[in-house]
């Protein structure tokens, strides 16, 4: 396990330059391979149409080479890791075919081979029958847990989720219609909040409780997936405070520009009223302090693919951010400008987490961008940068449908099964004739079972060869 440090480089001036910037357009595919130091987005592209311009001559050795070069810069994207498994076998390298499988293997993915004429070579072997085995033992469900409830059928894209500890209360908020809901059973649900009633409010991208000061923080935005979207009238976003017990709007907060380029997504809450917020359209996370009437960027880094989940340690100093294509990483939140990618075992595949939450020095993650989908439980270190454990809590269960979020209350979580996102269009429409039921369930993260790959177990793998 190697902790490597994230340079951050970033003085207040370059970090508000970066919140305030314009997306960026289309990555142009450069025509000579980037150097290793170049912006992941340039590699990512060269590299891409290297792949497609192999495949298209069928020329085995560039798309292997091109391929070997992406999951160098996407560690944790398992497609590159099958179609890594494929060019090796296609190119009579069985060793490394079988080391790639093993590799997936080990890290908890489930795949299925037997759809692919070009592993016959590899089927002649016994550690292909016994990764093939263990791989659809992977895929198996998984877990306990319990139906919480599910969302009212006429409540579109719900994607916002918190947790009152005090009434018991679930709130849930919608994309698609900007209603926030609210139950204590998961079953019975009324609007706590809508577009209607509050100014401002647009699609929900999440929801935070503060019970100490009475308040429920949304993160709000008009997406073009949002019912009433205006592109030439569409307000900036924004989070807004509401009134626990009423919801009555009590503040709204706007990103240091005001402008439209930006569109908050998860946040997280600190112990003194500090939210940070991750923007889903600029690699930056926001901070909103209890005193300030703006957020102003904390933290931003153009290498930065797709930003998620946000977590905070138990004493609020460090923060944990997911990307969705490179895990998880960890951040000061003293100023200090101190930034690290979060050491974790090779065995452990970071890639396609949504939901992050903190819970007693571990991390609990809900990841949808790898077969099984899962939630795994990582315990920390004593200084909280590095995983030394992992237990999975639910993988490959039948109501698994891209889970994406949930609330965490001590030691349970309530989480979203599926999500509407795979069933919409760009203007979340749905897709066919009516959109999925969305669930609830809650599984206690403290009865998992740490998951231990042997020495012995990986060697008597290897022999088998």
Same mark, same amino acid.
């Given at each position: 396990?190697?902790?490597?440090?994230?340079?951050?480089?970033?003085?207040?001036?370059?970090?508000?330059?970066?919140? *305030?910037?314009?997306?960026?357009?289309?990555?142009?595919?450069?025509?000579?391979?980037?150097?290793?130091?170049?912006?992941?987005?340039?590699?990512?592209?060269?590299?891409?149409?290297?792949? %497609?311009?192999?495949? !298209?001559?069928?020329?085995?050795?560039?798309?292997? @080479?091109?391929?070997?070069? $992406?999951? @160098?810069?996407?560690?944790?994207?398992?497609?590159?890791?099958?179609?890594?498994?494929?060019?090796?076998? /296609?190119?009579?390298?069985?060793?490394?075919?079988?080391?790639?499988?093993?590799?997936?293997?080990?890290?908890?993915?489930?795949?299925?081979?037997? /759809?692919?004429?070009? $592993?016959?070579?590899?089927?002649?072997?016994?550690?292909?029958?016994?990764?093939?085995?263990?791989?659809?033992?992977?895929?198996?469900?998984?877990?306990?847990?319990?139906?919480?409830?599910?969302?009212?059928?006429?409540?579109?894209?719900? !994607?916002?989720?918190?947790?009152?500890? @005090?009434?018991?209360?679930?709130?849930?908020?919608?994309?698609?219609?900007?209603? +926030? &809901?609210?139950?204590?059973?998961? @079953?019975?649900?009324?609007?706590?909040? =809508?577009?209607?009633?509050?100014?401002?409010?647009?699609?929900?991208?999440?929801?935070?409780?503060?019970?100490?000061?009475?308040?429920?923080?949304?993160? #709000?935005?008009?997406?073009?997936?949002?019912?009433?979207?205006?592109?030439?009238?569409?307000?900036?976003?924004?989070?807004?405070?509401?009134?626990?017990?009423?919801?009555?709007? &009590?503040?709204?907060? *706007? #990103?240091?520009?005001?402008?439209?380029?930006?569109?908050?997504?998860?946040?997280?809450?600190?112990?003194?009223? #500090?939210?940070?917020? %991750?923007?889903?359209?600029?690699?930056?996370?926001?901070? &909103?302090?209890?005193?300030?009437?703006?957020?102003?960027?904390?933290?931003?880094?153009?290498?930065?693919? =797709?930003?998620?989940?946000?977590? *905070?340690?138990?004493?609020?100093?460090?923060?944990?951010?997911?990307?969705?294509?490179?895990?998880?990483?960890?951040?000061?939140?003293?100023?200090?400008?101190?930034?690290?990618? &979060?050491?974790?075992?090779? #065995?452990?595949?970071?890639?396609?987490?949504?939901?992050?939450?903190?819970?007693?020095?571990?991390?609990?993650? +809900?990841?949808?961008? +790898?077969?099984?989908?899962?939630?795994?439980?990582?315990?920390?270190?004593?200084?909280?940068?590095?995983?030394?454990?992992?237990?999975?809590?639910?993988?490959?269960?039948?109501?698994?449908?891209?889970?994406?979020?949930?609330?965490?209350?001590?030691?349970? $979580?309530?989480?979203? =099964?599926?999500?509407?996102?795979?069933?919409?269009?760009?203007?979340?429409?749905?897709?066919?004739? !009516?959109?999925?039921?969305?669930?609830?369930?809650?599984?206690?993260?403290?009865? %998992?079972?740490?998951?231990?790959?042997?020495?012995?177990?990986?060697?008597?793998?290897?022999?088998?060869?």
């Amino acid at each position: 396990m190697r902790r490597s440090f994230l340079s951050l480089c970033l003085t207040p001036l370059m970090l508000l330059s970066l919140a *305030l910037s314009v997306p960026l357009p289309a990555q142009q595919a450069p025509e000579t391979a980037p150097p290793e130091n170049a912006p992941a987005g340039a590699r990512l592209a060269y590299w891409f149409n290297q792949a %497609a311009q192999a495949f !298209e001559s069928d020329s085995v050795d560039d798309w292997v @080479e091109a391929t070997e070069q $992406l999951h @160098e810069i996407r560690p944790y994207n398992q497609d590159f890791m099958t179609h890594l498994v494929l060019g090796y076998a /296609r190119q009579g390298d069985l060793s490394n075919a079988f080391n790639m499988m093993l590799h997936m293997q080990q890290q908890g993915l489930a795949e299925d081979w037997s /759809r692919f004429e070009e $592993l016959e070579p590899l089927r002649e072997h016994r550690l292909y029958e016994h990764l093939v085995g263990l791989m659809e033992e992977a895929g198996q469900p998984f877990g306990r847990f319990e139906e919480y409830g599910q969302v009212p059928a006429d409540f579109a894209m719900p !994607e916002g989720m918190a947790r009152d500890p @005090e009434s018991n209360r679930v709130f849930i908020g919608s994309v698609r219609d900007g209603r +926030i &809901l609210s139950s204590d059973d998961g @079953e019975d649900w009324t609007v706590f909040a =809508s577009p209607d009633t509050v100014e401002g409010l647009a699609s929900v991208f999440d929801l935070a409780v503060d019970s100490e000061r009475g308040h429920l923080w949304v993160a #709000t935005g008009p997406a073009p997936q949002f019912r009433d979207f205006d592109p030439d009238d569409a307000a900036p976003t924004a989070l807004i405070k509401l009134d626990l017990a009423s919801g009555e709007r &009590l503040g709204s907060y *706007l #990103t240091a520009s005001g402008s439209d380029q930006h569109l908050l997504g998860s946040m997280v809450l600190a112990s003194d009223g #500090t939210v940070y917020a %991750a923007d889903t359209r600029q690699p930056v996370v926001f901070r &909103l302090t209890p005193e300030g009437d703006v957020l102003q960027p904390f933290f931003g880094n153009q290498n930065f693919s =797709s930003l998620r989940g946000l977590a *905070l340690s138990g004493d609020d100093g460090l923060l944990y951010m997911a990307d969705y294509e490179q895990g998880i990483f960890v951040l000061a939140t003293d100023g200090s400008n101190q930034g690290w990618k &979060l050491a974790v075992p090779e #065995t452990l595949n970071e890639g396609g987490i949504d939901g992050l939450y903190w819970w007693e020095d571990h991390l609990i993650a +809900i990841q949808n961008g +790898i077969s099984p989908q899962r939630v795994l439980r990582l315990q920390l270190g004593p200084d909280g940068l590095g995983v030394v454990a992992v237990a999975p809590v639910l993988a490959a269960l039948e109501t698994f449908e891209t889970p994406t979020f949930g609330a965490m209350d001590d030691s349970h $979580l309530v989480m979203f =099964s599926g999500s509407h996102w795979p069933h919409v269009d760009g203007r979340g429409n749905p897709v066919g004739d !009516e959109l999925p039921v969305v669930r609830l369930i809650e599984t206690d993260v403290d009865a %998992a079972e740490v998951m231990v790959v042997g020495e012995e177990a990986l060697e008597q793998l290897q022999r088998g060869r």
